[in-house]
């Protein structure tokens, strides 16, 4: 205690803890030493060759004892007051510190090895713990002058050792002696006989109930650091209770030649031979920790820095730091993402980039991205996943697949090495600690040139930076348009084949043609799509190019979306027998009792792939679970929430009840019901003699857990297996898999939920004479806003040929108004393959609104002008 009678920064570990006076103060340095006589006497000895003292190592009559033992034996020893050699001092080495005070030199704990915190050429290395930077702070408010502080966070941060060195867990490098002593401090406040037999086992890391065999503490968990985070935290809080200007300046600039030098370093050398991957990995722990990294100067210059050097650490060295980020950081996570988001938003907006020099280029922005992955790992990391049991088998799957060859199998797609480092996927995380979607970084996503970034993603030598492998950064909008490219790319790709093949006699269709009538569209689609399937699956990665028998409509992209629109509403209809509709949440889910062939689910899965392939928004209705199996996860009972919810509350409810009485309680058994697509009552048990199997306290965990199996695998387990197959004979080699989560594919499917048509009129174009001023622009618009949903909908379906929601909102839907003539009573006109509507100049607005209702209401069909 200080003068004052308020507490000392500069407290030991010992004395920090229940310190009321300095009597007691004396009463803990003097236990505190006589343990640690005991304990150098336990394994160094007394020195004395005829010791006859059976608790001292010179004796001969002490045992190996590990350190842990020893440190717990000591403890023993003080209690009873047992006899200590007169020639037992502890081997005690002063640490060297910046500025050492008399109260720093006095409350190191010993060291038994030669000084650690020496370098190789013997200059003593400076470090801080918490209570020297906190005893540093109270001395330079005191003496009114910060010039010592200053010095101090100048010498420390601006050395990698110094600062792997700072802020430990102990001071005596985690030694079980100095944590045992910290463990129960209070203990120590009497004198030897006093101590009562459960400070004792608190001392030595026992509980009262537990057995008191064994003394050692729990071994040490391998994703824990020798850094005192919270230590940490107090101190940076601490410090930055001072005013600013007071060290600001001088910290920047020492983490600014700390960065560097690391950077410099591993890049030269890799791994630094003077300190280790976990020393470097105490440098970034602590410097992370500073809650001012997205303010003023730290993010112009030093937190760029220090993301370049982290962005150099080696795989492994990036795996342990978001373990240890998930295990012990939680609470800074978020404001270390916000801080890393604000630096990347700054030096997007304030760059000048072109074609020559883009984002990609400029390592202020791809360095704090590359941490930003770290980060996105230890954010699922902390929160929930789900286990390994529910990756599907991809053999399964890819044996039935007949494959070409040069065709990758669906468990060969691009992984993260990062990913794989730490054996997890963001398929894995049911819930991340922080939102996904709070690594979107928009205007990122907005500046990146995806064709660019695209060829960076294919080039090979040099390998360059894409975003494509950091796509948690970027909008879903933004990713479309990366699988947008290389489906395109691989359509011209097929192009070219075909013409080679022409040029040497050998003439194919370089388009994937589809040949259908209306009346007969789901057979006519379905035996072409299976010879295709058969004959040379390769085809289908071909453009798709669409013909209704009858008709005159070239397809430039609208006939392929009415297609699609037809194809699903037909084949998803439950009457059609292959699916049946969830009533609870209106979705669409495979029928168990089905009696179509795998063939056919195959050849939906192929539409479906060829729906994203061309990039066609569909109005499917799939559970979330459908996405996650398609991407290779099994479906478990956490789905059950979105596909039934509730049967998930009721299982829930079963989960959370407590009472001993379940059995008559709920009076279930692992036998479960349910019913066909006639209305009749199947039974399915989900253990052998389930009939006979109440559920109880001790096995309703497996209930639930077989029970969802069932439902959402094994149930329909053909049919989705045929679907899953057909979906990855058009996607197999698409980095589908690497850019979108199951929420996002989503939304590539069904398009975005937003119907929002302001959106739409601030992104329409205008041309033949029309301005946005035109009275008949502004009539169509008032008009357009009036309608209700259901008509809106229309209207989009019959300008652009499909009524969904492209990903990104309807300002990614670029319409274009064009005059259409002077004022008349034709109908408007649609180009829906290039999302042009014609538009006579119309009179009033209330001719305008007869025409285009009617225009939309009654369209069908495609015919030429």
């Known amino acids: 205690m200080s003068a004052k009678g308020q507490e000392d920064p500069g407290e030991d570990l010992t004395s920090r803890v229940g310190a009321e006076s300095p009597c007691s103060d004396m009463k803990r340095a003097a236990a505190k030493k006589l343990i640690e006589r005991y304990f150098y006497q336990l394994t160094d000895g007394c020195g004395n060759p005829e010791c006859d003292n059976q608790n001292c190592a010179s004796s001969g009559k002490v045992t190996n004892l590990t350190p842990n033992q020893a440190a717990a034996q000591a403890i023993q020893l003080f209690s009873q007051e047992a006899r200590l050699c007169d020639g037992t001092q502890p081997n005690k080495v002063a640490r060297t510190t910046i500025e050492p005070g008399p109260a720093s030199l006095a409350k190191s704990l010993p060291v038994k090895s030669v000084n650690p915190t020496c370098s190789d050429e013997g200059k003593p290395v400076p470090f801080l713990t918490e209570p020297k930077l906190l005893d540093i702070i109270q001395r330079c408010k005191s003496e009114g002058s910060y010039s010592l502080l200053i010095r101090t966070l100048g010498e420390v941060f601006s050395s990698a050792e110094a600062l792997s060195r700072s802020f430990q867990k102990s001071a005596e490098n985690d030694s079980p002696l100095a944590a045992l002593l910290d463990r129960a401090p209070v203990a120590l406040l009497g004198p030897p006989g006093d101590l009562s037999k459960e400070a004792v086992r608190s001392l030595q890391g026992e509980d009262k109930e537990e057995d008191s065999s064994d003394p050692s503490p729990t071994e040490p968990h391998p994703d824990d650091t020798s850094v005192d985070l919270p230590a940490v935290r107090r101190a940076f809080s601490s410090l930055w209770s001072l005013p600013g200007e007071a060290f600001e300046s001088a910290l920047v600039h020492a983490l600014v030649n700390l960065a560097d030098n690391i950077e410099l370093d591993l890049r030269v050398f890799g791994i630094v031979p003077s300190y280790s991957t976990d020393s470097l990995l105490n440098v970034f722990l602590i410097v992370f920790e500073i809650p001012v990294l997205g303010s003023s100067e730290y993010l112009e210059l030093a937190l760029h820095m220090l993301c370049k050097a982290a962005s150099c650490l080696p795989l492994s060295a990036q795996a342990k730091l978001a373990r240890v980020w998930a295990r012990h950081s939680k609470p800074r996570l978020q404001g270390l993402l916000q801080a890393l988001q604000q630096l990347i938003t700054v030096k997007v907006i304030g760059g000048s980039f072109t074609r020559d020099y883009c984002v990609q280029d400029a390592d202020t922005i791809t360095a704090p991205t590359k941490v930003m992955k770290i980060l996105y790992y230890a954010s699922m990391l902390a929160g929930e996943l789900d286990g390994p049991e529910?990756?599907?088998?991809?053999?399964?799957?890819?044996?039935?697949?007949?494959?070409?060859?040069?065709q990758r199998n669906p468990s060969q797609a691009l992984q993260d090495p990062l990913a794989t480092a730490l054996s997890i996927s963001s398929l894995d995380a049911r819930k991340p600690y922080i939102p996904f979607n709070d690594f979107y970084n928009e205007p990122l996503s907005d500046a990146i040139?995806?064709?660019?970034?695209?060829?960076?993603?294919?080039?090979?030598?040099?390998?360059?930076?894409?975003?494509?492998?950091?796509?948690?950064?970027?909008?879903?909008?933004?990713?479309?348009?990366?699988?947008?490219?290389?489906?395109?790319?691989?359509?011209?790709?097929?192009?070219?084949?075909?013409?080679?093949?022409?040029?040497?006699?050998?003439?194919?269709?370089?388009?994937?043609?589809?040949?259908?009538?209306?009346?007969?569209?789901?057979?006519?689609?379905?035996?072409?799509?299976?010879?295709?399937?058969?004959?040379?699956?390769?085809?289908?990665?071909?453009?798709?190019?669409?013909?209704?028998?009858?008709?005159?409509?070239?397809?430039?992209?609208?006939?392929?979306?009415?297609?699609?629109?037809?194809?699903?509403?037909?084949?998803?209809?439950?009457?059609?027998?292959?699916?049946?509709?969830?009533?609870?949440?209106?979705?669409?889910?495979?029928?168990?009792?089905?009696?179509e062939s795998d063939a056919q689910?195959?050849?939906?899965?192929?539409?479906?792939?060829?729906?994203?392939?061309?990039?066609?928004?569909?109005?499917?209705?799939?559970?979330?679970?459908?996405?996650?199996?398609?991407?290779?996860?099994?479906?478990?009972?956490?789905?059950?929430?979105?596909?039934?919810?509730?049967?998930?509350?009721s299982l829930k409810e079963l989960l959370d009840y407590s009472g001993e009485d379940m059995a008559d309680t709920f009076m279930q058994t692992f036998r479960v019901g349910y019913k066909d697509v006639f209305g009749s009552e199947l039974f399915h048990e989900l253990r052998e003699?389930?009939?006979?199997?109440?559920?109880?306290?001790?096995?309703?965990?497996e209930f639930v857990d077989l029970y969802a199996d069932f439902l959402l695998n094994r149930s329909v387990e053909r049919q989705f297996k045929a679907f899953r197959r057909g979906?990855?004979?058009?996607?197999?080699?698409?980095?589908?898999?690497?850019?979108?989560?199951?929420?996002?594919?989503?939304?590539?499917?069904?398009?975005?939920?937003?119907?929002?048509?302001?959106?739409?009129?601030?992104?329409?174009?205008?041309?033949?004479?029309?301005?946005?001023?035109?009275?008949a622009v502004r009539n169509f618009w008032r008009v357009a806003h009036s309608l209700p949903p259901e008509s809106?909908?229309?209207?989009?379906?019959?300008?652009?040929?499909?009524?969904?929601?492209?990903?990104g909102g309807l300002s990614r839907?670029?319409?274009?108004?064009?005059?259409?003539?002077?004022?008349?009573?034709?109908?408007?006109?649609?180009?829906?393959?290039?999302?042009?509507?014609?538009?006579?100049?119309?009179?009033?607005?209330?001719?305008?609104?007869?025409?285009?209702?009617?225009?939309?209401?009654?369209?069908?069909?495609?015919?030429?002008?």
């Open 390 to 406: 529910l990756r599907r088998d991809e053999e399964g799957d890819v044996g039935d697949l007949e494959k070409t060859p040069g």
């Open 449 to 595: 040139e995806m064709d660019k970034d695209f060829a960076y993603y294919k080039s090979e030598q040099p390998k360059k930076f894409s975003f494509m492998n950091y796509a948690f950064v970027l909008t879903p909008a933004t990713k479309t348009l990366g699988l947008y490219y290389d489906n395109r790319i691989r359509m011209y790709s097929e192009r070219r084949m075909s013409f080679l093949q022409t040029v040497v006699g050998q003439p194919t269709n370089p388009y994937l043609r589809l040949k259908v009538r209306r009346d007969h569209l789901i057979d006519d689609a379905l035996v072409e799509l299976e010879m295709v399937a058969m004959e040379n699956p390769t085809d289908l990665k071909k453009q798709l190019v669409v013909e209704f028998e009858g008709e005159q409509g070239v397809d430039e992209g609208g006939v392929s979306k009415e297609f699609f629109q037809l194809v699903v509403e037909e084949i998803f209809n439950p009457d059609y027998g292959m699916f049946t509709l969830q009533e609870e949440t209106q979705t669409t889910w495979f029928n168990p009792t089905s009696f």
């Open 601 to 649: 689910f195959t050849l939906i899965g192929v539409v479906l792939g060829l729906a994203i392939y061309n990039n066609v928004i569909l109005d499917v209705r799939f559970p979330m679970v459908v996405y996650r199996k398609l991407l290779g996860r099994k479906g478990a009972f956490a789905d059950l929430e979105d596909w039934s919810p509730t049967l998930y509350r």
């Open 689 to 701: 003699d389930g009939d006979q199997i109440y559920v109880t306290q001790s096995n309703k965990r």
């Open 727 to 775: 979906f990855q004979m058009v996607t197999d080699e698409s980095p589908l898999a690497l850019l979108f989560r199951p929420e996002e594919v989503e939304q590539l499917v069904c398009g975005s939920k937003n119907f929002d048509f302001a959106e739409l009129e601030a992104a329409t174009e205008y041309e033949g004479g029309y301005t946005v001023e035109s009275e």
């Open 792 to 807: 809106q909908r229309r209207l989009l379906q019959f300008t652009t040929g499909s009524d969904r929601v492209p990903v």
């Open 813 to 865: 839907l670029k319409m274009v108004i064009a005059r259409h003539g002077p004022d008349s009573d034709r109908l408007p006109i649609a180009h829906t393959c290039f999302n042009v509507l014609l538009l006579p100049d119309y009179g009033t607005i209330e001719k305008l609104q007869d025409r285009l209702l009617k225009a939309i209401n009654y369209s069908k069909g495609f015919g030429m002008l």
